[in-house]
């Protein structure tokens, strides 16, 4: 059974950074990704990854934010730089492998003076 299992998530002020981590297992994936959910919202695209290396962001976040990918280590990565108060969301981890994708539980990010 695939699992993904999220880090890094905290409470940050405006302007600084976190990175979270999401370490899948099972064999690699083709897409990796971070979607985030603010309260009252729907839950959106932040980044993705190819197996490749390709990237793609969402407007709000380019050039602020990194994401990345270890393939040996079947780990995705989303450095979070000048972090704004519109960041503030729940970030999930989620994995494509041809028709199949998968969820991570979701890991909180706050960002709050």
């Known amino acids: 059974q695939v699992q993904l299992v999220e880090s890094g998530g905290g409470l940050v002020q405006p302007g600084g950074s976190l990175r979270l981590s999401c370490a899948a297992s099972?064999?690699?994936?083709?897409?990796m990704a971070w979607y985030r959910q603010a309260p009252g919202k729907q839950r959106e695209l932040v980044a993705l990854?190819?197996?490749?290396?390709?990237?793609t962001y969402a407007d709000p976040v380019k050039g602020r934010f990194t994401i990345s990918r270890d393939n040996a280590k079947n780990t995705v990565y989303l450095q979070m730089n000048s972090l704004k108060f519109e960041d503030t969301a729940v970030y999930f981890c989620?994995?494509?492998?041809?028709?199949?994708?998968?969820w991570g539980q979701g890991t909180q990010v706050t960002v709050s003076s």
């Open positions: 990854i190819t197996s490749g290396g390709s990237t």
């Open positions: 099972g064999s690699i994936f083709n897409v």
């Open positions: 989620h994995a494509q492998r041809g028709l199949q994708y998968y």
